[in-house]
Structures are given as structure tokens and as C-alpha cells.
Nanobody, 111 residues
Framework: QVQLVESGGGLVQAGGSLRLSCAAS????????VGWYRQAPGKQRELVAF???????NYADSVKGRFTISRDNAKNTAYLQMNSLRPEDTAVYYC?????WGQGTQVTVSS
């Protein structure tokens, strides 16, 4: 059974940085794609960044140049480094591997 645990969210001022972590278990992480998604109040969940198992990455236009997805397969962990944060980045952030979602971690950016 795949389990995902996110951490690293919090409250930060605009322009600040946060790094989210997603620890996976029960899956061959090195052969799995990993996605970071977010959902703001009253909005649909949207893809933020995606890491294919071969290292290729994709980003939403709204975060390109500010966010970086990375992974440490030896630790079964994915990361989302978020720089130059904006109030519109405020949301609950989720990681996804295959059909499993983590519990989410709140990111709040104050202006």
C-alpha cells in the first residue's frame, strides 16, 4: 500500500521561500512519477510540478522559474523548493504518486 506524507508547509511573507517534502513508502519510488498539486479555497486542484521517473520535469506556467521539483530516490522523497512566493501561491499542497495522495500541507503567503 502506497503512503505519502507531506511536510514543510507554513506561513511566509511574500518573496520568501519554503521547501516541501513528500516521503513515500510502499512503492518503487525510483520507477514512479511524482506530482505536486495545490488547491486554493474555492478553486479546483491544479498541477504545480511533475517529475517523471527519468528525471524529466514539467511546471505550471504560474510557477516556472520560481519553483523546483526534485527527488532523492535513495530516500524515497520528493521535494518542492518554492522561491519568490506570492500571496496567490496560498493553498494546500499535495503530492501524488500513481493513484495515491498525501494528506496535504498548508502554505500561506502573506502580503
Amino acid at each position: 500500500q502506497v503512503q505519502l506524507v507531506e511536510s514543510g508547509g507554513g506561513l511566509v511573507q511574500a518573496g520568501g521561500s519554503l521547501r516541501l517534502s513528500c516521503a513515500a513508502s510502499g512503492v518503487d519510488f525510483s520507477l514512479s512519477a511524482v506530482g505536486w498539486y495545490r488547491q486554493a479555497p474555492g478553486k479546483q486542484r491544479e498541477l504545480v510540478a511533475f517529475s517523471f521517473y527519468n528525471g524529466r520535469t514539467n511546471y505550471a506556467d504560474s510557477v516556472k522559474g520560481r519553483f523546483t521539483i526534485s527527488r532523492d530516490n535513495a530516500k524515497n522523497t520528493a521535494y518542492l523548493q518554492m522561491n519568490s512566493l506570492r500571496p496567490e501561491d496560498t493553498a494546500v499542497y499535495y503530492c501524488n504518486v500513481r493513484t495515491t495522495w498525501g494528506q496535504g500541507t498548508q502554505v500561506t503567503v502573506s502580503s
